[in-house]
């Protein structure tokens, strides 16, 4: 029982460039999210999906994309990188929005 | 206005020593609450939750927090600290804006010391 896997584990792009970041659960959850974290700010929702098929933006979506490509994956795409987005990124799923979420070990990216 | 507030970056405190997080919440409705730790390049890990029931809520690693509805607050408490307890600590409340989300806190730093 993995958990929540996430790769890679980390990246460097130049701005411009587009990279997908992908995130799979093996818990059986219904929802799952993405998140940055940032010095001082604790954490921002991108993006989320409360269940399979469904996908909804969170608080900083701008430059983000999502597929909710089955019920174990979701996948984070940055369609053109910019220096803003240098950030650490997390993938969380849960049971539903009422419980507790899980994480994986997270991505570190920088866009030079 | 903020769902959650973690007043303070950083806690300091003696091993041994009982140790309090700060959390105040904002949001309508009854809240559902959690707290989670984060350890060195690593994702979060849940400690508790408070949804209803109990204002005293018992979690991993000998955690506990406090639920108070008056001063809208949401303490995590350990009774005595190890120096294994510094992390950074994170405070989390679900609201609903269009859909349910949890919204996290700032988060903070405790610092355990020998």
């Known amino acids: 029982n993995a958990g929540v896997t996430q790769t890679p584990k980390f990246q460097v792009l130049k701005t411009g460039q587009s990279m997908t970041l992908q995130c799979a659960q093996d818990?059986?959850?219904?929802?799952m999210y993405w998140y940055r974290q940032d010095p001082g700010m604790g954490l921002r929702l991108i993006y989320y999906s409360a269940s399979e098929g469904t996908t909804d933006k969170g608080e900083v979506p701008n430059g983000y994309n999502v597929s909710r490509l089955n019920k174990r994956e979701f996948s984070l795409r940055l369609e053109s990188a910019a220096p803003s987005q240098t950030s650490v990124y997390f993938c969380?799923?849960?049971?539903?929005?009422?419980?507790?979420?899980?994480f994986g070990p997270g991505t570190r990216l920088t866009v030079t | 206005a903020q769902s959650v507030a973690q007043p303070e970056d950083q806690v300091n405190v003696a091993e041994g020593n009982p140790l309090t997080v700060k959390c105040t919440y904002s949001?309508?409705?009854?809240?559902?609450l959690f707290w989670y730790v984060q350890y060195p390049n690593r994702g979060l890990q849940f400690l508790l939750k408070?949804?209803?029931?109990?204002?005293l809520v018992k979690g991993s690693y000998g955690f506990e927090a406090e639920f108070n509805k008056s001063q809208t607050s949401f303490h995590l408490k350990k009774p005595s600290a190890l120096v294994s307890d510094s992390a950074l600590y994170f405070c989390?409340?679900?609201?609903?804006?269009?859909?349910?989300?949890?919204?996290f806190g700032a988060g903070t730093r405790l610092f355990v010391k020998a």
């Open positions: 408070y949804i209803t029931g109990d204002n």
């Open positions: 818990m059986n959850h219904n929802s």
């Open positions: 949001v309508s409705g009854n809240p559902y």
């Open positions: 969380a799923s849960s049971v539903s929005s009422d419980y507790e979420q899980y």
């Open positions: 989390a409340v679900r609201e609903y804006t269009g859909g349910f989300k949890t919204i």
